[in-house]
């Protein structure tokens, strides 16, 4: 019976036994010491609640049930709810605006399971592991073995030591470890196969860390922007702290029948303080990326290049404009945009030509002509704020328009990128090569683990050997067993006596 | 091309045919034991095990002749719907030239995958019914794609941000093929959960089918885990960020996230079993969930169109 404990209990490895100090501490208070304090209680109480694998079940439940909610959100499924159930509806509003993923409770959970994953997934199964792994119990009983429910007896015309001798031989040819200790006049057996295996889990669970460790680095030291709008000719710095600045040289675009653009490439020149460091020519899947800096294409679009003066000359704004940031009821159909010259009292509003001039014509109070753009000039400084110049301009034309003078200088086009430092990439690719690792070797090679007495046979020189898998609940160890006494007893080194004896064992046999 | 584009549908029809046909045997290969069994089980079944190999681990062979000729032919017309829709996506990815990109593909490429998967599985535990509920998943992926407009058999260009192509191919197939392991893992454990209830002779023990359940998320889960991360680096080259919580790629992490807990039950007594069991149909559920998603979401994934 003494023997039969630390065997079983290698079946699991989460209950194997008390590894650390605090470990065993909290079993004591758990169960028998009343003279602990409080704060110890709590410790032990706070440790098992990490250690617990039934605990990290409701953990990752729990976040996957915050997972759902923040996918629902970006469905119209809530909005059905509460279509179909009306007094729902001041929940469903609230779902709608709960911003799941930057939540206080969902950075709690993740840290918490972060911590749990420390603890209970790898600190507090290490030492059990690797005794599994490193020494492994090798003496055992009869009734341990009965106890596995899948052990069996095969009866060999040769003694004991020959028999163990050819299990030895025959195992290590198929690759097991094996260790044997005699005691008395058996032979204790344990063989197992792909015992690093069991280290898998750690890669994996490591992995988990790690992302969540990357996704804080991420942001806390990369930056995103989103919109970053460079029009043709023209340069723009990325700033964040970095000495660089795009330049866009040029812009192409090619497109298929139906109207949708084929393919659409930026050729981007990269500064770095002003001296160029790179340029190379951007498209949709492939960005430009220098000193951890990348450079996506995102989108792109038309634009003016405008001249913007008051009456002494002195220039209120000159450059290029992006159109279709905005939409006017001049012309809804129009790219249009607003250059806002506040400081000088002046909103500007620039209307560019119907772009589908069959669409609604009747909706388009201008009817520009191609090449021509509409601008207006509303005084915000003017009674009400309210008074308007506006004029039509073709390519180099010049209008007053009040206090100030436009001139339309060209059409042009901008490009929009998406400019983003991720310094945590290193981290998620590490991670991921951990993470698929670690499942591979969990799943597909799965420590085997064989158990056997080899004793002498009460009657006769022969012997009797008593095998029997640890494979609780394992059907797969189970059937891999039987494959493998299958070819043990076709095999010569056994000796085996008769094949109607390789039946399994009745209990209590 | 259209002539190809024309060929794998018809091959398509084949398949449906063939699977249809594939369903019904294994339906009645199971249900038609029943009767069989109850008429002749007090000859056949008073006790005797099969006593020929050395076998601790139930398998549950042996049943009336018509019965098992039944399963003989659902067999082979399931693997006859494999190689008509093996046919059938070779024609359709030559005239394509390119990654399956619309409902139409991922489904055409979802009936091969299960039926390809369930055969591999049929054939290492020599167990045919899980072909009952695996078949008729295949037959309604298979409805599914008949329901759709015509026009989604086009084939259409894409648009720039799905153009990667050898990326966007392993990320999609990946998925597909996970969500089929899924669909073995969800069978198995349907078929666990009535064997609990009402032992049955003849069906597959509830070890084993706990296994094939577990087999299933062993190859599922990891092929989800890479379509997470072969996404980010998709969306990174696309979009300009490895994981933007879109609603897509959420609701894949919540997929894999519900197989780790599964996964996690297997090491608790009270757990594994029952509760796996039905973890692993709510798994099926957010499957199915994540692969219609393109229904509910609006969000980047939309680009690729229903
Ligand atoms: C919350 C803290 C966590 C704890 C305490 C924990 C603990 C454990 C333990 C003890 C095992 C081993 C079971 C066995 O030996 O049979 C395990 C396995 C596993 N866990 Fe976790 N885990 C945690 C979080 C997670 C998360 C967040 C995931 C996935 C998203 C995950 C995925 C897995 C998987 C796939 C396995 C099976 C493969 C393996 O053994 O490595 N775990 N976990």
Redesign the pocket.
């Known amino acids: 019976m003494s023997v039969d404990r630390p065997a079983l209990s290698e079946t ?3 209950s194997a036994r008390p590894s650390t100090g605090r470990r065993t501490a909290s079993r004591t208070a758990g169960t028998t010491s009343p003279s602990r304090g409080w704060g110890d209680v709590v410790i032990d109480r706070v440790w098992r609640f ?4 039934r ?2 079940i409701w ?2 439940a729990f ?1 996957a049930t915050l997972m759902l909610i923040g996918t629902l959100r970006g469905s119209s499924v809530p909005r059905s709810l509460a279509d179909a159930i009306p007094f729902t509806s001041p929940l469903v509003d609230r779902w709608y605006a709960w911003d799941v993923y930057n939540s206080l409770l969902f950075m709690l959970t993740l840290a ?2 972060a ?3 420390a ?4 600190f ?2 290490a030492s059990g592991i690797w005794k599994a792994i490193a020494h492994p119990t090798v003496p055992t009983t009869h009734r341990f073995l009965r106890g596995t429910g899948g052990n069996l007896f095969l009866a060999s015309a040769s003694p004991v030591s020959t028999t163990a001798a050819g299990l030895e031989r025959d195992l290590r040819e198929r690759r097991y470890r094996v260790l044997i200790q005699t005691r008395g006049d058996e032979v204790h057996l344990y063989f197992d196969k792909n015992r690093f295996s ?1 280290l ?2 750690f890669p ?2 490591i992995a ?1 860390i790690l992302f969540m460790v990357g996704g804080i680095v991420a942001a806390q030291f990369g930056f995103r922007e989103m919109a970053f709008i460079i029009p043709e000719g023209e340069s723009r710095a990325i700033g964040h702290g970095t000495d660089l600045a795009v330049r866009l040289d040029r812009f192409e675009d090619t497109y298929v029948e139906s109207g949708l653009p084929a393919e659409y490439t930026s050729y981007l020149t990269l500064l770095d303080n002003e001296r160029p460091v790179a340029s190379d020519a951007i498209t949709v899947n492939d960005p430009l990326t220098y000193d951890g800096v990348t450079i996506y294409q995102s989108s792109f679009g038309q634009a003016v290049q405008i001249r913007v003066t008051d009456l002494t000359g002195a220039a209120l704004y000159d450059g290029a404009v992006e159109l279709g940031t905005f939409t006017s009821s001049d012309n809804p159909d129009a790219l249009a945009a607003v250059v806002d010259l506040r400081p000088a009292g002046v909103v500007l509003t620039i209307i560019a030509p119907d772009q589908f001039p069959i669409k609604q014509p009747e909706l388009d109070r201008l009817q520009l002509a191609d090449q021509e753009i509409y601008v207006r000039a509303r005084y915000t400084g003017s009674p009400g704020g309210q008074e308007m110049r506006a004029a039509v301009l073709a390519t180099r034309q010049t209008a007053d328009l009040g206090a100030i003078r436009v001139e339309f200088l060209r059409e042009t086009r901008f490009s929009l990128f998406q400019v983003a430092s991720n310094p945590a990439i290193p981290l998620f690719i590490v991670a991921s090569i951990m993470l698929l690792g ?2 591979m070797v ?2 597909y090679f799965p420590h085997r683990r064989i158990r056997g007495i080899v004793s002498p046979d009460s009657v006769g020189d022969g012997s009797k050997v008593h095998l029997a898998p640890l494979a609780k609940r394992d059907w797969g160890g189970h059937r891999q067993f039987d494959s493998l006494v299958n070819a043990l007893a076709n095999g010569p080194s056994l000796n085996l006596l008769d094949t109607t004896t390789k039946q399994p064992a009745a209990p209590g046999a | 091309m259209e002539a190809l584009v024309k060929l794998s549908f018809y091959c398509f029809a084949a398949t449906s045919i063939a699977i249809v046909a594939a369903s019904a045997c294994y339906v009645s290969f199971a249900a038609g034991r029943f009767r069989v069994r109850a008429r002749v089980a007090p000859l056949s079944f008073s006790g005797a095990p099969s006593g020929s190999s050395v076998s601790t681990v139930p398998t549950g062979f042996g049943s009336g002749p018509t019965a098992a000729s039944l399963g003989e032919f659902g067999t082979m017309l399931a693997w006859f719907g494999l190689a008509f829709q093996t046919l059938s996506l070779g024609m359709r990815i030559t005239a394509s030239r390119s990654a399956p990109s619309n409902m139409y593909e991922f489904s055409m490429v979802f009936v091969f995958a299960v039926l390809l998967i369930y055969l591999l599985f049929e054939r290492s535990y020599r167990e045919k019914h899980l072909g009952a509920i695996v078949l008729p998943i295949a037959v309604g992926m298979a409805a599914y794609v008949w329901s759709l407009p015509a026009e989604s058999r086009e084939v259409n260009p894409l648009i720039p941000a799905l153009q990667n192509q050898p990326l966007m191919t392993t990320h999609v197939s990946l998925a597909i093929f996970g969500y089929a392991a899924f669909a073995i893992s969800f069978a198995a454990a349907v078929l666990f959960l009535i064997v609990q209830r009402r032992p049955m002779s003849w069906l597959p023990s509830a070890a084993m089918l706990d296994d094939i359940g577990f087999r299933g998320v062993t190859i599922g ?1 990891p092929l989800i885990a890479l379509v997470l991360i072969t996404g980010s680096i998709w969306a990174h080259r696309a979009w300009g960020a490895y994981w933007s919580w879109d609603p897509k790629e959420t609701s894949a992490l919540f997929l ?2 519900v ?2 807990v599964y ?2 039950t ?2 608790l007594r009270g757990w594994r079993g029952t509760r796996g069991a039905v973890i692993l149909i709510l798994g099926f559920a957010a499957t199915i969930f994540t692969y219609f998603g393109n229904y509910v979401f609006g969000g980047l994934h939309a680009y690729g169109g229903v």
Do not use: Q
């Open positions: 699991r490895p989460d990490f250690c617990s694998v605990a990290a953990e990752v976040l918490l399971m911590i749990a994953t603890v209970g997934g790898m507090n199964r069991r898998g889990t994996f669970h988990l670690g499942l969990t799943f | 889960f894999w996230l197989y780790a996964l996690h297997r090491s």
